[in-house]
């Protein structure tokens, strides 16, 4: 194993001498080519505390928040948190942390795992805890639909007797496949109060029951499928004691993100006993992370830099955009690159009639099919309410000259996230 671990540190080192990006995940490409036993052995050897978080949307913040909690009450921590989030990004990341005889010196490994490498990741080890954020409709190209990777999720994860599980119960598909599982399950939500809405959104992935297959009834909804349900066929409904936290602080905008704060909260609570008040303390210093409400200046304008890359998550970022109390301009860029997926058809079921009021400057790979979904929205088609740019250089730098007081919010999928990052920063960091 050592002579494995050195070549592979020795490829991160050429990987950041030549500036190929820190979450370059040859490094664990090569170990797993040279032992597809890498992971076991690793994990055989260091006896530290691991953690997956696996779902669609909020794996990374998630992961830093728990991260952020554990650092600050003294416990040493490795994260993949540059999203290399594959068998290799794992490996890749035991490499950058280990010494050349594969000793982890630490207390607590966070991953963030795709959702089609949770199943196999489990293979290689029985994880302390597993946190499920969502399911939401997600480069079907990839992954197909959603029941198709619960199912996965549900026979890879059902007979881990030793491993905690930390579910978000708003999601009826999460719920229903955790009620099999032979580990303890604790489940977190959002708090009731917060939830105002009271009719099912076009963009839903999972409102029918998936035990009888009768469609749920909700009481209340948080967004997308997200809420309070129960069956009017079956005994599935949400169960009672859901953990939420009340009165926080924090940077955070967003109902999806009271979700992150919830999970990571309650895993820190009974994984690692820290107590309630010591969160709420330490939670207002946490910043978002990289791409996700990542704060970022360029040419002394604050810009705001959202992830988007599907329905539920590009609607949230929306809503956050429209809750500034200032004036704001909005750049939307739309990749189809292989981190993004493929297909971009679901661009259809965001709701961009909600800004079209707004200064909209569009670009990306894929920016005509963005401005055609645009000119859908407009109640005057032969008005032009936005730009397009295919240099996404060219798009920032007009945003930025043709605005003055307005708040700017870039709206990005993850790719295009990257480029933006690396234009704003000038540096490329992954």
Avoid at 252 to 267: D, V
Avoid at 388 to 396: D, G, K
């Amino acid at each position: 194993m050592a002579l494995i671990i050195i070549l592979s540190k020795l490829i991160l080192y050429i990987g950041r001498f030549l500036k190929l990006g820190s979450g370059s995940t040859w490094p664990g490409e090569i170990a797993l080519s040279l032992d597809k036993d890498f992971l076991k052995k690793t994990f055989q050897k260091n006896k530290l505390k691991t953690i997956l978080i696996a779902g669609t949307n909020g794996k990374t913040t998630t992961a830093s928040l728990i991260k952020f909690f554990l650092e600050k009450k003294g416990l040493k921590v490795i994260h993949n948190r540059e999203g290399a989030n594959l068998l290799n990004g794992a490996a890749s990341t035991i490499i950058k942390y280990s010494d050349f005889n594969g000793r982890l010196r630490y207390d607590v490994a966070i991953f963030e795992v795709d959702e089609n490498t949770l199943p196999l990741i489990v293979k290689e080890f029985a994880p302390t805890a597993v946190v499920l954020n969502n399911l939401f409709r997600d480069q079907l190209d990839r992954y197909g639909e959603v029941n198709t990777i619960a199912l996965k999720w549900q026979k890879a994860l059902k007979n881990l007797k030793n491993t905690k599980f930390f579910i978000n119960a708003d999601d009826p598909l999460l719920y229903y496949i955790s009620r099999s599982f032979s580990g303890k399950v604790s489940y977190f939500g959002l708090d009731r109060d917060l939830m105002i809405g009271k009719e099912i959104s076009h963009d839903v992935d999972s409102i029918y029951c998936p035990s009888c297959g009768k469609k749920l009834r909700y009481t209340k909804i948080a967004f997308s499928h997200l809420g309070e349900f129960r069956c009017p066929g079956c005994s599935i409904q949400s169960p009672k004691n859901l953990f939420s936290l009340k009165n926080i602080q924090t940077n955070l905008q967003g109902k999806y993100n009271l979700y992150n704060i919830n999970a990571s909260c309650l895993l820190v609570e009974e994984l690692f006993s820290l107590p309630e008040i010591f969160i709420k303390k330490n939670l207002l210093d946490f910043l978002p992370v990289f791409g996700r409400q990542e704060k970022l200046v360029y040419r002394n304008r604050k810009i705001t830099l959202l992830l988007g890359k599907n329905p539920a998550g590009f609607n949230q970022a929306i809503d956050v955009v429209l809750n500034q109390s200032k004036k704001v301009s909005l750049l939307l860029v739309l990749n189809d690159r292989v981190p993004d997926g493929r297909d971009v058809s679901w661009i259809w079921d965001v709701d961009f009639e909600k800004v079209t009021n707004l200064p909209i400057f569009v670009s990306g790979d894929r920016c005509y099919d963005m401005a055609l979904r645009l000119k859908y929205c407009l109640d005057r088609p032969n008005q032009n309410y936005f730009s397009t740019f295919e240099n996404l250089n060219v798009s920032i730098n007009q945003l930025i000259d043709t605005t003055e007081n307005e708040e700017i919010f870039i709206l990005a999928t993850y790719s295009a996230m990257l480029e933006v990052r690396r234009i704003l920063l000038g540096r490329r960091l992954l």
